[in-house]
């Protein structure tokens, strides 16, 4: 009697890396949708003089759409670490649909506030847009509990073959969620900057907007959103050259988190990431 093959998971035909399970799909229909949001958004991006706190008006969508692009694409790679089943079951599907109700309010919101040249973020000129930035901050939590229930999913259920993976992706993903719930509610209590006026950043570091002349809080907050990409790398990688997996995770993360903390300290103490 001849042995029959076992029948393997579908793949996608976009992203053959993939499984085509609902959950996957629903990450990277996400991911794609961000990424043709920014080049949708690019003529009007290059077009508008208008600005708006020393950046052009359609900065920040973009910035919004290249960094949400690449969360959900991260999701969606990692969530091959954990059996389809656990992809499919109520946890990890129930936070993506919650972080993709979250995306569709913010990237709506974003998006209206700069085709009218207003902030969407720090904004209290008015009492409705004033508890909009609040939702915000919900909103922005709900974007990252996607991440957190995954990290718990590869803890529990995850592939531990690839060990420096299945160990980068534990560790950025949540120190990811902790560290940057604590950048962004530090500054959407404070401000972004240290030393200056809301609207008064003075010269910027190209597209991302960061302050070259006072203390700002961004840089930090950019560098711990993504250890969620840069841990699972070096984890990634050490399983491809044999690399202890173990010390180049813990090595690359507690760097990185130094990083974001120094770039912290030297905002809360109103110096510049760059100088001008």
Do not use: C
Not at 13 to 22: I, S, T, W
């Amino acid at each position: 009697m001849m042995a029959t093959r076992p029948v393997s998971a579908p793949r996608m035909a976009l992203a053959p890396m993939l499984d085509d399970d609902h959950t996957t799909r629903l990450n990277l229909t996400l991911a794609i949708f961000m990424f043709a949001s920014f080049l949708v958004f690019t003529p009007a991006w290059l077009m508008d003089t208008r600005l708006l706190d020393s950046a052009a008006v359609w900065t920040k969508p973009q910035k919004f759409n290249i960094s949400l692009g690449l969360h959900f694409f991260t999701i969606a790679v990692l969530l091959q670490l954990v059996p389809r089943d656990v992809r499919t079951g109520p946890v990890l599907i129930g936070f993506s649909y919650l972080a993709a109700i979250a995306l569709v309010f913010e990237f709506v919101w974003v998006s209206l506030q700069a085709a009218q040249a207003k902030r969407s973020h720090f904004n209290f000129d008015s009492g409705f847009e004033a508890m909009m930035y609040a939702l915000m901050g919900l909103g922005a939590f709900f974007l990252m509990t996607i991440a957190m229930a995954l990290a718990v999913q590869i803890w529990r259920k995850g592939d531990r073959t690839r060990r420096g993976l299945w160990l980068g992706a534990i560790v950025g993903l949540t120190v990811a969620f902790f560290s940057t719930l604590y950048f962004g509610f530090t500054m959407s209590n404070s401000g972004r900057y240290v030393g200056a006026e809301l609207s008064g950043g003075g010269a910027t570091v190209p597209f991302f907007g960061w302050s070259r002349e006072y203390g700002d809080l961004r840089p930090a907050h950019f560098v711990s959103l993504h250890m969620m990409q840069t841990v699972p790398l070096a984890g990634w990688l050490a399983d491809r050259f044999g690399w202890n997996a173990v010390l180049v995770v813990s090595g690359v993360s507690l760097v990185q988190l130094a990083l974001a903390a120094a770039l912290f300290a030297q905002a809360l103490a109103g110096q510049p990431f760059w100088p001008a």
